[in-house]
Nanobody, 122 residues
Framework: QVQLIESGGGLVQAGGSLRLSCAAS????????MGWFRQAPGKEREYVAV????????YYAGSVKGRLTIYRDNAKNTVYLQMNSLKAEDTAVYYC???????????????WGQGTQVTVSS
């Protein structure tokens, strides 16, 4: 099972940008579809973006489409989430996850990172 470690979170003003990284180890990274999810206080974990094994297909939640971009570098065993035009409602803990299927459902992911906090001040 692949191990995942996120980094890049922090505090940013509304309208600003952040790039999250998720480094994988202990497995064949290119055999996994990867997802970014987020969880705000008092809310359920929600899908943000998904990318397939090759990086050729991406999927986004409607609330982030056009502002967030998921991409991966299989040579570096890393998946990224570029976050632009951030809003206060993007504040959450962001998790990356790995799955053998392409899915927007958290239950289909069997490897998770520890999460990284993103706080957007308005």
């Amino acid at each position: 099972q692949v191990q995942l470690i996120e980094s890049g979170g922090g505090l940013v003003q509304a309208g600003g940008s952040l790039r999250l990284s998720c480094a994988a180890s202990g497995g064949t990274f290119s055999s996994y579809n990867m997802g970014w999810f987020r969880q705000a206080p008092g809310k359920e974990r929600e899908y943000v973006a998904v990318i397939n094994r090759s990086g050729g297909k991406t999927y986004y939640a409607g609330s982030v489409k056009g502002r967030l971009t998921i991409y991966r570098d299989n040579a570096k065993n890393t998946v990224y989430l570029q976050m632009n035009s951030l809003k206060a409602e993007d504040t959450a803990v962001y998790y990356c996850a790995a799955a053998v299927v392409v899915s927007t459902t958290p239950d289909h992911y069997n490897s998770w990172g520890q999460g990284t906090q993103v706080t957007v001040s308005s």
